[in-house]
């Protein structure tokens, strides 16, 4: 009887390590929903405050993708060791045969989080491709322009009343 529970135990875990894995598409999506929303709010700014808006947009979604991708991995590590735990827990308590059945919890685990990581990077590429159309639809012909940065002032050294060196403006500029 000890033995089943554990294996039950087991495979309540790694099916609980699945289902965490299985946030990453969904975040996915949640992160493509909220850059959607924060492009629609630039449409009033003009153009050089929108383009680099938007490349700030696009700089915070590449980030929440790439932080997104560590779920899987991380979902994996933890049903295994839960798992491995809880029969590691049974063996010792209860040796029999009904803890092999809690091996179908590594299964489900490790399945789990390989499907999650496959479809989460699915959709991580989908909205990238989205995000850039939505851009530039948005944006129009200044999303492929370049955008001109104001230059400054360059420092100089130069001698002073003293005859020491130092800095200052190019007074030519």
Known sequence: ???????????????????????????VARALDGFTREVAAIRDLEATPRVAAANELLTDLEHDLVVLREIPPRAARIGVVGVAAWLVLGALTAPGWPLAVGALGLVLALGGALVAARRGEQLAAQARKEADRRLEVELGSAYDDEVAMPERRRLRFRRGPAGRAEQGFDPRR
Do not use: E, F, K, Y
Not at 15 to 24: E, P
């Open 1 to 27: 009887m000890t033995a089943w529970l554990h294996a039950t135990l087991a495979c309540v875990w790694g099916m609980g390590a699945a289902l965490v894995a299985w946030r990453h598409p969904r975040r």
